[in-house]
Every structure is written in structure tokens, then in C-alpha cells.
Nanobody, 124 residues
């Protein structure tokens, strides 16, 4: 089974940028859709962005459209989330997720493999 490890989180000022990475090991990466979720304190986990196996199709939560960009490098077995114009409400633990098949619909928050999460804190 694939193992996912997130990195790149931290503390950033409002309006700043961060780039999260999710490195996959010990399993297949190329043939599966991937996604980013986040969970803020006392809130449910929510989908941030998802991307299909090839990177040709992606979609985003309304709250991050135009500010976040999801991408993947299948040769490096790595998923990315570029986060720009960060807001305080983006503060959360961010998780990457591998779906059970190649299409974005596989990223449903209920199935697949999860990373351990990385903290992102946006302060003013």
C-alpha cells in the first residue's frame, strides 16, 4: 500500500504563500487521483482540491478558487498544493489523499489512503 508524507506547512502571514508537498512511497502513484483536504479546529474535514491521475483535470473548493493550485509530478511521485493569498480561515491541518481509481470522483473523503497531515497557520 502506498504511504503518503506531507511537508511544507508552517506559519505564514496573511497574504503570504506556502507550497505543500505530498510524497508517495511503497506503492503506486501514477494511476490514481489525488486530493488535498483540510480540517480546522472544531470543524469537519473538507475537500480543498483534487486532481485526476494525469493532471489534466482538477477542481477546487469555492473558498480557495483562484488562490490555490493543485498539481502533480508523476515521475517524482509527488502531489503539490500551491497556496497564495492566504487568509486566516485557511488555518488547518492539511491532508493528502489517494483515491481508489484514476478519476477525480474517487476523491470523496471517505476512501483511499491518507497522509499524516501537516499544520498550516495563517496569522495577521
Amino acid at each position: 500500500q502506498v504511504q503518503l508524507v506531507e511537508s511544507g506547512g508552517g506559519l505564514v502571514r496573511t497574504g503570504g504563500s506556502l507550497r505543500l508537498s505530498c510524497a508517495a512511497s511503497a506503492g503506486s502513484f501514477t494511476h490514481y487521483a489525488m486530493g488535498w483536504f483540510r480540517q480546522a479546529p472544531q470543524k469537519e474535514r473538507e475537500l480543498v482540491a483534487r486532481i485526476n491521475w494525469s493532471g489534466s483535470s482538477a477542481d477546487y473548493a469555492d473558498s480557495v478558487k483562484g488562490r490555490f493550485t493543485i498539481s502533480r509530478d508523476n515521475a517524482k511521485k509527488t502531489l503539490y498544493l500551491q497556496m497564495d493569498s492566504l487568509k486566516s480561515e485557511d488555518t488547518a491541518v492539511y491532508y493528502c489523499n489517494q483515491g481508489s481509481n484514476s478519476g477525480t470522483a474517487a476523491i470523496d473523503g471517505r476512501t483511499g489512503v491518507w497522509g499524516q497531515g501537516v499544520q498550516v497557520t495563517v496569522s495577521s
